[in-house]
């Protein structure tokens, strides 16, 4: 599996603090059937100043340390980003980071209560500058819990939404779980990644036990495409078809995995 979304390198935001549970975590991900890391911080969100060069040393220390430990795992550069008024201009500056540095995909955080009003201004601008957008943890904003509406005309715009394995298993609560058994039933959530932080904290581990669960309800090809063949094309800067969402089903995940 490809997971494009993780907190995996040390000491730049609130990952992992040192290189050697860094490696730890990757050896966990390793064991849960992951071949391919995409590292990607909190960046533009006020809180952790990464740099883009700060990524692409850590990448770099992190894979030399897997190979000398014998772990046979890509690790990718990029930058989990907060959607702020300046996120077009430093993106396009060369300040924040794309998926894999394909200067293409952008992974962009919303905030977690709200949408923006402006959210579709913001995301045809973004799009208008080249940019292929990924929503990440769209799961566990309050205001697309309320109302999944907002994430139907979310991917209208062509605009993928990135679910979260450890709230497929419901590790974030029943509402969050709820919301991302939702999104996958009705085709709205695009491509499953572990946002993971730390061994203690959103550990690895996940990615595995969610692909069984999505695989209750989707046909194995579609679970490809969540787990593998679009995060592939992500990685590799191609565009991705979008599918057509799917009305709202009666069956509900709680009663197929006994989550009551």
Known sequence: MIDIHTHILPGL????????ESIKM??????????????????????YNVKVSQVAEGVERLADALA???????????????????????LESGDL?????????AMIELPSDVVP???????????SAGYLLIISHIERNLA???NLGIARKIASWDTLMQVTAASIVGEFGRETQKCAQAL?????????ASDMHRINKRPPGRMTRAREMVSDI???QEVDEMFDVRPRSIISGEPVVIPEPLQKVKRTWWNIWGNA
């Open 13 to 20: 935001d609130d990952g992992p603090e040192h290189l050697e």
């Open 26 to 47: 990757c050896r966990m991900a390793y064991d849960d059937g992951v071949r391919t890391i995409v590292a990607t911080p909190h960046m533009n969100d006020g809180m």
């Open 68 to 90: 000398s430990e014998g772990i046979s795992m890509e690790i990718l550069p990029g930058g989990d980003i907060s959607l702020t008024p300046e996120t077009l201009p430093r």
């Open 97 to 105: 980071a794309c998926v894999a540095f394909n200067g293409k995909y």
């Open 117 to 127: 009003s402006n959210i579709h201004d913001v995301i045809f601008e973004l799009q």
């Open 144 to 146: 697309v819990q309320r």
């Open 184 to 192: 996958i039933e009705q085709r709205l959530g695009h491509v499953v």
């Open 218 to 220: 989707m046909t194995h």
